[in-house]
C-alpha cells in the first residue's frame, strides 16, 4: 500500500520489461475502486481512451518510450472507503508507427444521431 493525503499529487509510472528496444507504452485507461476485485460496480474513471476524465490527471514527460507516467490528485469515494485501487488499461505499440492506437493520443467517440 500506499499511503497518502487528500489533494496530495500522486505520480506513477509503467514500464515495459521487453528486449525489444523497438516497442512503446501508451495509458489507455485507469479507473479506481474501494474494492480490488470489482472494477465495475463503484469506479472513477481518471482516464478513458487516453482522454482524461479527471481535471488532476495528466500524463508527464517520460525518459523513454518504454516507460508511461502520469498523476492525479488523491481523493476518496464518498462513503470513506479506507483504500482506493487502481486499475490500468496499457496499450503496447510499435515505436515511431504513428497509425498505431499509442500516437493516437485522445479518441472520444462521436454520438451518432438516431434518426431512421
Given at each position: 500500500?500506499?499511503y497518502?493525503d487528500?489533494n496530495q499529487?500522486?505520480?506513477?509510472?509503467a514500464s515495459l520489461h521487453?528486449?525489444?528496444?523497438?516497442?512503446?507504452?501508451?495509458v489507455?485507461?485507469?479507473?479506481?475502486?474501494p474494492?480490488?476485485s470489482?472494477?465495475?460496480t463503484?469506479?472513477?474513471?481518471?482516464?478513458k481512451s487516453?482522454?482524461?476524465?479527471d481535471?488532476?490527471y495528466?500524463?508527464?514527460?517520460?525518459p523513454r518510450?518504454?516507460?508511461?507516467?502520469?498523476?492525479f490528485?488523491?481523493?476518496?469515494?464518498?462513503?470513506?472507503?479506507?483504500?482506493?485501487f487502481?486499475?490500468?488499461?496499457?496499450?503496447v505499440?510499435?515505436y515511431?508507427?504513428?497509425?498505431?492506437?499509442?500516437?493516437?493520443?485522445?479518441?472520444?467517440r462521436?454520438?451518432?444521431?438516431?434518426?431512421?
Open positions: 500500500p500506499y497518502v487528500m499529487n500522486l505520480f506513477l509510472e521487453s528486449s525489444d528496444q523497438n516497442l512503446t507504452v501508451f489507455d485507461t485507469c479507473v479506481a475502486s474494492n480490488s470489482d472494477f465495475r463503484v469506479v472513477y474513471e481518471l482516464t487516453g482522454c482524461a476524465s481535471s488532476t495528466s500524463l508527464l514527460p517520460s518510450s518504454d516507460v508511461a507516467r502520469f498523476g490528485n488523491a481523493f476518496s469515494f464518498v462513503n470513506r472507503f479506507p483504500s482506493i487502481l486499475q490500468c488499461e496499457l496499450v505499440c510499435r515511431h508507427d504513428y497509425s498505431s492506437r499509442c500516437y493516437q493520443g485522445c479518441v472520444s462521436l454520438k451518432r444521431n438516431a434518426d431512421s
